[in-house]
């Protein structure tokens, strides 16, 4: 649902209806997409907005947050059991902008555990099923934020992307999703996978949407050291060279969605000689960080405790044998190999190296193109259960991992169906251009 068919909804029987009967659908879906429902303070703040009470820029919209983001007194688990009953004491930056603005947060979405995952198959709380196929992964990690927003489940919903989660599940489900210039949100209450890779954004059913929330969460804050400190307003641009990167990847069937919806415009080619390395250098640069994030995990402080108390580290070991999923020990367990020291040069400086040849590459392609354009995913949302060995799973992050090293912003926009299933086209754009991307998509909204 838009924004403004929600508008409409809330005119004809106000908001305390409406937010009831959104609740009633979330709660029968099938979907999962959900874990953890703010009932009574969504009715609250409905029942505010129909006394006159409830002012911004989203005043009474239900916008769904992903549960790696922060929110005050409300569960946040990362879809981890480490982080079960994990209930913080602040707001993230992005949920204070929300409340400000009248937001009504309306639930905590499921995801892939701590955003590692492309499938949201690696959550504690269980599989995110795919609105328009039920037997399908809804993708990931931010699986459940998009499943929600295509499902009528939230109107607007904030994601986070490390390599591709929020564009992946956007493009899976039919609808956009933003991946901002590394620090034009803060990352303040995001709880960390892949500190100097991620970032929060928005997912929507059009671009104004988008273009509304990314307005709000946009912006300075002085407890995220990396953010820019600038603020986004939409304005649209002029975008006149496309460049198509010819060397990303695609099934013959997406390609050709894809070629279809460009043959509309005029556009030139260009290869990426790094995009060889960029798999390579993100997993090795995302685990490595992640092995130093998840430590914080003692049971101690917070997470999971267990009550078998021998020696401390029997204790830490038993914690994070029973707190932590397979995929995540997995990549605590690499990441922890890739810093060790003999193996540091060898494995973490060289991904580090092949990180600077890959934003080399951007910055060429951006001298001759405004946008670069190529299909989200490689192919059409896989059934659950599909993708069996992780090195698999892994590969298919293979067009949206670039944007991360290089600290780019990208989106995904929906081009279409094949065979029933949604299709998504990620156009990159230079540093701070998101107005690029936004008014690029919406002259293929109206091309197609
Ligand atoms: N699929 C990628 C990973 O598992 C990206 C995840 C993300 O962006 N959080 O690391």
Redesign the pocket.
Known sequence: MKVFEWKNLVDEKGCFEAVSELIDRIERSKLNAYITICKDEALRLAREYDRGNLKGKLAGIPVAVKDNITTKGIRTTCASKMLLNYIPVFDAHVVEKLKSEGAIIIGKTNM?EF????TTETSYFGVVRNPYDLDRVAG???GGSAAAVANDEAVLALG???????R?PASFCGIYGLKPTYGLVSRYGLIP??NS??QIGPMAESIEDLALILEVIAGRDERDSTNSGRDFIFREEKVERIGIIKNMDASEEVMNKFYEVMSNFEYGEIEFPSLKYSLAS??II?MSEASSNLARYDGVRYGHFSPFLTSWSDYYSRVRAEGFGM?VKRRIMLGSYALSAGYYGKYYLKALRARTLIIEDFKKAFAKFDVLVSPTMPSLPFRIGELKDPLT??K??VN??PV?LAGLPALSIPIGFIRGLPVGMQVIGNYFEENKLLSFAKIIEENI
Do not use: F, K, P, R
């Open positions: 892939d955003g590692m995952g492309t990931g990690s931010s986070s992307d490390t390599g591709g989660s929020i992946c996978y892949a890779l991620e993100y997993y995302a995929e799973m892994y298919m992050d949206t991992v991360n």
